[in-house]
């Protein structure tokens, strides 16, 4: 179709010339079959020329539209596949999120703007051939200086596409902080402490402010864009001028017919239009080429974390222990190491729990075990054996964590919980099972529609379930995982103590026999384990359990004393904190 419609063009040209010379030999003969005949055929070319190119003109636009949504989910595709294949670590950088955010700018738009582009490419080459070819006879520097006029066109073109690359580069973290404070003046998440804080007029006018100095920008590239464009116009308009003067003079002298004065002046236009075109395609071709070498970068982006060529299996049941030897570990970037020559033994079977203060290094101890971040020195052992012999996803789904703030997934009531475990496709009898282990399915028969209820306000018909809920959920999802190594982080922070009582009850029937280890700041949680460990600063300052800890008279019982002053619940109830 290119082809054919890069050609059809000079065609118009060539028959305009025929015409007009079959209408000059016409002129005044009258009107009879004759002198209709004489014009005839030229016309019925022409008509077929014109109703050829509108044909193509409807079919490549489907072409072009099939072939966009084509290319627009395959690219979705393959930034989506790499934005779940990378590390969790990248999601902890900004560096990444730039990238991110430059790939997925460039990922819908570019790649299809580089194929129309190189399509046009070829389609404006084939005509400007064409073209060429027909001006040729007229003298032989004419293509050139049809190219010379077109110069200055390409060069400002290119010059403009690069600033405006670059411009985009600088101005990544500001589009970001734009999504920031966009979603922040738009989210359910953030609309309860919003209104109450009374902070919307804070943001907003950050906002505006940062929208202020990028559109004055934008709109210094565009005057510039323009200036350089009416420069360049006017560049090849006095080149066209001075040649259709020429023509004129050889019409004038008897050198060439009317006809041929036609075609030169359309072919001689249209040769300036598209070379003109022709630049341009060069020069979007290049810029989309810039941006689209960020959407490859980001898509070679590797993993650091990664399986060993030959991965043992995951010792099951797990026997001896799961143990921290020498750990040092800093995070990408930070000055301090989190943990230096960490050491941490964790029985199998049994229920540990770790205490500390913020910022002790105890979310730390989970990244390192779910091999989120891989230690610089020391190692992870599961029975004697390096974390890193084992393949990822099979030590991930050894693995459970009930995190401080339990995802809500906008789906259905059964779904939320199938997500548990997408290996097997959990029955409706065991889903339900898992949710009354974990004291939800009461409050799930009571939805609208039972499990088939929507959760979440998202989306239409949904119902909302409170923070306490949420984490019930996921607790069910743990059920259901029947994962042998179960972390808690903070996992009751939603909860009062009632709740709270209740759900480690609960807890206690899901972690029977299998490794659990608690992160808390509640002695609720922590007195029940089996050992507790105190954190703090990178290192385990007390051990035991909770009445040898009480005897040691130590950190620990220092804050439990602390507490149980301060808190006017029953010690069997505890609600305070460590501190
Ligand atoms: P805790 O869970 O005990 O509150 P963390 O393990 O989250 O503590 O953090 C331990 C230390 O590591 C803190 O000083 C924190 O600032 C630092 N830290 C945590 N996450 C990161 C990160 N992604 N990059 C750099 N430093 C981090």
Not at 480 to 493: G, H, K, Y
Not at 512 to 520: E, L, S
Request: proline share 4%; glycine share 6%.
């Amino acid at each position: 179709m290119l082809v054919i419609q890069g050609i059809l063009p000079a065609i118009t040209v060539y028959l305009t010339r025929t015409l007009v010379n079959q209408l000059l030999v016409a002129v005044g003969s009258g009107v009879s079959w004759q002198s209709i005949q004489v014009i005839l055929l030229p016309v019925t070319l022409m008509a077929i020329a014109i109703l050829m190119t509108e044909v193509l003109q409807g079919a490549s636009e489907w072409v072009r539209t099939a072939q966009s949504d084509l290319v627009q989910d395959y690219i979705s595709g393959l930034v989506h596949q790499q934005s779940v294949r990378i590390d969790y670590s990248c999601y902890e950088s900004s560096d990444y999120n730039d990238r991110l955010e430059q790939a997925r700018e460039g990922a819908t738009t570019r790649p299809l703007a580089l194929l129309e582009n190189a399509g046009s490419l070829v389609q404006n080459m084939i005509t400007l051939v064409a073209m060429a070819a027909i001006l040729l006879p007229y003298g032989h520097w004419l293509p050139v200086l049809l190219l010379i006029s077109a110069l200055p066109a390409f060069y400002v073109a290119l010059r403009l596409n690069i600033r405006q690359y670059q411009w985009s580069q600088r101005t990544t973290i500001d589009r970001r902080r734009l999504h920031y404070y966009d979603s922040l003046l738009t989210n359910s998440w953030v609309a309860a402490e919003l209104r109450l804080f009374n902070f919307g007029a804070f943001f907003q006018t950050a906002y505006q402010r940062l929208r202020q100095r990028l559109r004055h920008e934008t709109l210094t590239l565009l005057r510039d864009q323009t200036l350089s464009r009416l420069m360049a116009g006017a560049i090849a308009l006095i080149i066209a001028a001075g040649t259709m003067t020429w023509m004129g003079r050889q019409v004038l002298l008897g050198l060439v017919t009317l006809g041929d004065l036609a075609l030169f002046y359309q072919a001689f236009n249209k040769g300036q239009l598209i070379i003109k075109s022709l630049l341009g395609n060069l020069g979007q071709i290049y810029k989309n080429s810039l941006f689209i070498s960020n959407l490859f970068e980001f898509l070679e982006l590797n993993p650091e974390i990664t399986d060993p060529p030959h991965p043992l299996a995951i010792p099951a049941p797990l026997s001896q222990s799961i143990a921290f030897r020498q750990v040092t570990f800093q995070y990408p970037g930070s000055q301090d190491p989190t943990l230096e020559n960490f050491n941490l033994t964790i029985p199998a079977g049994k229920i540990v729990a770790i205490v500390g203060d913020n910022g002790a290094g105890k979310s730390t101890l989970i990244k390192l075990l779910c091999r989120f971040y891989d230690p610089q020195f020391g190692g992870i052992e599961l029975d004697g054996i390096d974390l890193r012999s084992f393949s990822v996803a099979d030590l991930r789904s050894m693995i459970t964590v009930l995190f401080q703030n339990p995802i809500p997934y906008y789906v259905t009531a059964a779904e939320s919980l199938a997500l548990g475990d997408l290996s097997t496709t959990p029955r409706p009898a065991e889903i339900e099972r898992a949710a009354r282990d974990a004291g939800i399915h009461d409050k799930i028969t009571r939805l609208p529609q039972g499990y088939d209820s929507l959760l979440g306000k998202w989306f239409p018909g949904g119902s909302d379930l409170s923070g306490g809920e949420w984490q019930r959920l996921a607790l069910a999802r743990a059920f259901l995982r029947r994962a042998q190594l179960i972390i808690l982080d903070e996992p009751t922070s939603a909860m009062d103590p009632w709740a709270e009582f209740d759900w480690l009850e609960r807890f206690r029937t899901l972690a029977n026999g299998r490794t659990a280890i608690v992160i808390t700041h509640r002695f609720t949680l922590a007195m029940r384990a089996d050992v507790i460990h105190v954190m703090r600063a990178g290192k385990i300052v007390e051990s035991g359990n909770h009445d040898e800890l009480l005897a040691q008279d130590g950190l620990y019982a220092q804050s439990w004393k602390t507490q149980m002053q301060t808190s006017s619940v029953a010690p069997q109830q505890p609600i305070a904190k460590f501190t």
